[in-house]
């Protein structure tokens, strides 16, 4: 058991020796690492937590059932177009649970009918979810209805890409807020989770977040103005909303809207070719472009409007301070503008287009970034939020750094008085022990939470059992009368399969702690897992080696007793 | 050469199994105890288990630069008229800091309950005001501490369940039942010294939890293979003498090891921040607690059980496989 053969003593050298060097650059500051550190050596540094640098994190979750339902309208009317345009008659266009139902007039065109309604599935985007197939479902019914529905693969692409748009849409808002680095990442099928270390007014956040804006392009009334009908009567599906530059002038537009800004998938600013002026050139995707492309055919020299709801939004009093219900809650307003009403100068038949509305280039830019931005594609609500003042987190740091001192030097007083000279191969093992723990976190670029400086600490009371238990055999081997030699020997053999054992029940309580857990908690888990697998090895080949080095150095063949 | 202070008293035997009745019976008090508490009061689950929002708060330097003192009747009479419900507010270890605590709000209107909680969050920043840092805040809506509670309760299952089948495929089975009615043991009373203490319980307990459940196990574990080793080398001996012979044993390393783990989670508790103080007094108290029932309480139950008393077939490879190590 104490012989090492040289291989074996290079690889534990090395193994420690890598673990040095990927832990140095923590100690580091960032101009050596830069300047004279060596660029061949692994630099990572571990990085910290929000809990430790202050930040917020916030969870926020997507409206899957506006999702839902602002498709199954848009479907109602992609039904009537395509029957419409066939010139197939139909009665009882309506919708049961998530299904649109027809019923057409003429029963012997229901093939057709078919046929036509067909052309509205999409394929789906990705086969590896749901197998080939159609984001929805053209079947015939009972009762000689004609059903489309959403599949469940469609909807969940519908939701993904949501999400992602979404994702874009928080990005682009929370960079205009400049200096800072958010991770903005999805998780599970309708959650989207913001991090920005550093920034902890969630306020802020969540007004950028929470602006709910969505974009829509409607036809304008022809012939009666906004002013008109206030005075008379508002038109059937028609509404009024307030210009953006001068908002006592109205428009009166149509709903519902031709094409949604979800449809859009680009928006530019930039100059007309002709006049020079600012104008902004956007980009729809196929559906949209087909749309759009026939009602601008039918309406050219006639004005669209290009509307941008922004959801509920706090009332400003004239001073600027934020209005309050009498009850005290904060007063809000739906608010609902005409971004621009152009007139189509010529049909736009390839998808894309210009606006141009009299704006300056700073205008055009801004609403090129709304156009593109502005559009959230549901409403998003915060469910979970946890923020963490820069203050307190380089006090957690503190806090940590006075435990891991305080904690380290109580057990090395301890194992020190318990096993003597021993008691130091077993701090040399601990110290071991966390290098490597510190050295394979930066290098696989795991994140430092306070839970994790926990789990570091628990480590070091934890990692000396491994040294208490091949000890305390040792000196029961003795007392039983063994030479020392030999009850080295039969303590370093006889402590390895309890040692074994009692390490992976531990270790099956991290795994379970990283699948399930979250955030800090998988911080602690990564700890006390890498922990488990430090502790066996420096019990096993670094304490064994230091214990064998010391007593190859005896001189006489008959060692003393080392316990 | 130093070679350390053994100062354990090795030639004593302490008569642990003639006395086991008495221990089991403090435990098994201790165990009803617990469930009683658990089941007519509950744990003070924190926010992540039960929605709401938490803040801590530190009262602003004064102009000397001497820390602030936060007064909690006022920061109280600010919050009550908010109209939020239960509002507790703890003082903490420095006069300037205290946790503010709001309890999950019901929906206004046709406003969603998540809706609920962030407008409550607004109102408590607001009324703060300028004199007050807000140090940490947590707003948890009832999806996300639905889920939490529901990952909480899988973890520790799982958690169990591994362990009962790690021992069972390395042991027998009567050691895996035994193990794990001294885990359940262990965690049942560290959660009713939570509940009869009042204190949160949320996400970083059950992390202790966990924990804990690996380090109770690992200090039986310990006892156990000692039992299965003795098991093979005493064919003969009464089965109490070699459990109490094998307790006897271990238990100067059972004591070493839980007083560095008690070095160590001690001074997290000592020295940590707010965040991570119900973390340590977890372990603290789980630590005793794995100490006491892997001593006291588990080679009772395996006695009970009873265990299987011919290992030649294995004692022979084991035999095999020293035989074979150089």
């Not at chain 1, 926020?60 to 177009?81: A, C, F, H, N, Y």
């Amino acid at each position: 058991m104490l012989h090492f053969s040289r291989t074996k003593i290079i690889f534990v050298a090395l193994v420690c020796l890598w673990g040095v060097v990927a832990a140095l650059p923590n100690f580091l500051s960032e101009a050596t690492l830069k300047d004279i550190w060596p660029g061949f050596l692994p630099n990572k540094q571990l990085s910290l937590g929000l809990d430790l640098k202050g930040g917020a994190h916030l969870l926020v979750q997507m409206d899957s059932e506006e999702l839902r339902k602002d498709w199954l309208k848009s479907l109602r009317g992609d039904v009537r177009k395509q029957l419409i345009d066939a010139k197939i008659r139909y009665k009882g266009l309506g919708q049961v649970g998530d299904v649109v139902r027809v019923k057409l007039v003429n029963e012997a065109k229901t093939e057709e009918g078919l046929t036509r309604l067909r052309l509205i599935r999409q394929p789906l985007g990705n086969t590896l979810v749901g197998g080939s197939g159609y984001d929805v479902d053209v079947r015939r019914g009972s009762d000689g209805f004609l059903e489309v529905a959403p599949t469940s693969a469609g909807m969940q692409q519908r939701i993904s890409n949501a999400s992602s748009a979404a994702i874009e849409v928080i990005r682009r808002r929370i960079d205009a807020l400049g200096n800072v680095e958010p991770s903005i990442v999805r998780q599970g099928l309708d959650r989207i989770l913001v991090q920005v270390p550093g920034f902890d007014d969630t306020e802020k956040l969540k007004e950028l977040i929470g602006q709910t804006a969505r974009l829509t392009f409607h036809s304008v009334h022809d012939n009666v103005t906004a002013a008109e009908a206030r005075e008379s009567l508002i038109p059937l599906s028609y509404v009024i909303h307030p210009d953006a530059e001068d908002p006592n002038y109205e428009h009166l537009l149509k709903e519902p809207p031709i094409v949604y800004g979800e449809d859009l998938v680009d928006a530019q600013p930039g100059f007309d070719q002709d006049t020079n002026e600012p104008i902004i050139s956007f980009r729809f995707n196929q559906k949209a472009a087909r749309i759009f492309a026939e009602f601008s055919s039918k309406n050219v020299g006639r004005p669209f409007a290009i509307v941008l709801d922004n959801g509920d939004v706090e009332v400003k009093n004239s001073d600027g301070t934020v209005a309050k219900n009498p009850d005290g809650t904060v007063k809000k307003k739906r608010d609902v503008v005409v971004l621009s009403a152009p007139v189509i100068r010529e049909p736009i038949l390839g998808g894309s287009g210009q606006i141009s509305g009299n704006f300056s280039v700073e205008e055009a830019n801004k609403l090129a970034v709304q156009v593109r931005s502005g559009a959230l594609p549901t409403t998003l609500t915060i469910v979970e939020e946890r923020t963490v003042g820069p203050s307190l987190g380089a006090d957690s740091v503190e806090g940590g750094r006075l435990a891991a001192m305080v904690g380290g030097f109580g057990v090395a007083a301890f194992m020190l008085f318990a096993y003597g000279f021993f008691g130091l191969f077993a701090l040399l093992a601990v110290i071991v022990n966390l290098v490597l723990i510190v050295g394979t976190m930066s290098a696989i670029g795991s994140t430092l939470t306070l839970p994790g400086i926990a789990g570091l600490i628990l480590t070091i009371g934890m990692a000396v059992d491994a040294n208490v238990l091949i000890y305390e055999r040792i000196r029961e081997e003795m007392r039983n009368g063994k030479q020392p030699i030999s009850a080295i020997d039969g303590g370093f053999s006889r402590a390895f399969a309890t040692i074994i054992d009692s390490n992976l029940t531990t270790l099956i309580a991290g795994i379970v702690m990283f699948w399930l857990g979250s955030g800090p908690i998988r911080g602690f888990a990564v700890t006390l897992s890498l922990g488990i697998f430090a502790t066996v090895f420096t019990a096993f080949l670094v304490t064994r080696l230091l214990v064998s080095l010391w007593v190859a150095r005896q001189k006489t063949r008959k060692i003393p007793a080392p316990l | 050469m130093f070679k350390g202070v053994d100062f354990w008293p090795h030639n004593r035997v302490f008569p642990i199994m003639d006395v086991r009745r008495y221990f089991v019976l403090a435990s098994v008090a201790l165990f009803l105890g617990s469930v009683a508490m658990l089941s007519t009061q509950g744990l003070n689950f924190g926010i992540d288990f039960k929605g709401g929002s938490l803040f801590e708060v530190q009262a602003k330097a004064q102009s000397g630069g001497a820390a602030g003192v936060i007064d909690i009747s006022e920061l109280r009479s600010k919050l009550s008229g908010l109209g939020l419900g239960d509002i507790q507010i703890q003082e903490l270890d420095q006069p300037s800091d205290a946790l503010i605590r709001i309890e999950q709000q019901a929906p206004q209107g046709d406003e969603s309950t998540e809706r609920a909680q962030q407008n409550a969050a607004t109102k408590v920043r607001e009324a703060l005001g300028g004199e007050i840092n807000i140090r940490r805040t947590e707003v948890v809506g009832p999806a996300v501490s639905g889920e939490l509670k529901w990952a909480g309760i899988t973890a520790v299952m799982f958690a169990v369940f591994g362990i009962l089948f790690y021992i069972w495929f390395r042991f027998e089975w009567q050691f895996a039942i035994a193990a794990i009615l001294a885990l359940v043991h262990d965690i049942t009373i560290t959660l009713g010294v939570f509940c009869v203490l009042g204190l949160d319980f949320g996400l970083s307990e059950v992390a202790a939890l966990l924990t804990l459940a690996g380090y109770s196990i690992n200090d039986t574990v310990v006892v156990f293979d000692r039992i299965r080793e003795n098991l093979r080398r005493y064919k003969k001996m009464a089965l109490e003498k070699l459990m109490n012979q094998s307790i006897n044993e271990t238990m100067s390393r059972t004591v070493v090891t839980s007083v560095t783990t008690l070095i160590a989670v001690g001074s997290i508790y000592v020295f940590g921040t707010e965040v991570i103080k119900g973390f340590a007094f977890a372990m603290i108290f789980g630590i005793l607690i794995g100490t006491w029932s892997s001593i006291f309480v588990a080679s009772p139950f395996l006695m009970w059980i009873g265990v299987k008393r011919d290992w030649s077939g294995l004692a022979k490879s084991e035999k095999d496989i020293v035989m074979a190590r150089p």
